[in-house]
């Protein structure tokens, strides 16, 4: 093993390896609402779900230069709503082209050619291409020297119809691929997909618990 004390290593050194070895991460692709109205979308891959009760995910963004705030940062900390979509393949191009630099008055939408749609729960709106879309409201926010970290609680969640069977509340996996994040510019699909059947053990173990048990893998 190669050994690597992380405390001799300066920062841009640890963000290499932990992002291109911590992978694949999925994307969140953030619409959130400029104090002029403006609506701005950015795409973050330190980004997942945390539980369920309360349904709660997480969002990490980074401070730039001098402990500024990216606009999706100053959105959040300022009205407390935003809106977590999941990036499939066929918007995979517009969502990396959301991570180019505009001045906050321009919208990522219109640069990108994605559309605006008005969400239930939230202010921002949602983007219509989108599969599925998570409405948050700001649950909590965790500071450190480089990096917001914000705790959103979803209030509402809209996905693409005929994603989701909502007798059994099962996604229709076979029609889902989204795209998640491998390290430098490179992105991975879903689409290489296997099964590993449960352990003999673990299923007569599980065939005796109750029925509301929830599956953690």
């Not at 926010?141 to 809209?158: C, K, M, N, P």
């Not at 994040?181 to 059947?197: K, L, M, N, P, T």
Request: net charge negative; hydrophobic share 40%; aromatic share 8%.
């Amino acid at each position: 093993m190669t050994e690597i004390d992380f405390s001799q290593l300066d920062t841009y050194a640890r963000y290499k390896l932990m992002s291109s070895l911590i992978v694949p991460r999925p994307i969140a692709l953030v619409t959130t609402l400029g104090p002029d109205g403006t609506v701005n979308a950015a795409p973050f891959s330190m980004f997942n779900m945390m539980g369920e009760d309360p349904p709660v995910v997480m969002l990490s963004i980074n401070k730039v230069q001098d402990a500024a705030q990216k606009d999706t940062a100053s959105n959040i900390l300022r009205t407390g709503e935003f809106v977590v979509h999941i990036t499939d393949e066929a918007m995979a191009a517009a969502m990396h082209r959301c991570g180019d630099r505009l001045p906050p008055e321009q919208s990522e939408l219109l640069y990108t050619g994605l559309t605006a749609t008005p969400s239930q729960s939230v202010k921002p709106p949602r983007i219509a291409e989108a599969p599925v879309a998570f409405e948050c409201v700001l649950h909590e926010t965790l500071e450190t020297q480089s990096r917001y970290v914000f705790i959103g609680r979803v209030q509402w969640l809209a996905v693409r119809e005929g994603l989701v069977d909502t007798e059994k509340w099962r996604v229709r996996l076979q029609e889902f691929f989204p795209v998640g994040r491998f390290g430098a510019s490179f992105y991975v699909d879903c689409r290489g997909r296997f099964a590993i059947e449960a352990h003999e053990g673990k299923a007569q173990a599980q065939s005796g618990a109750a029925s509301t048990v929830i599956d953690e893998m």
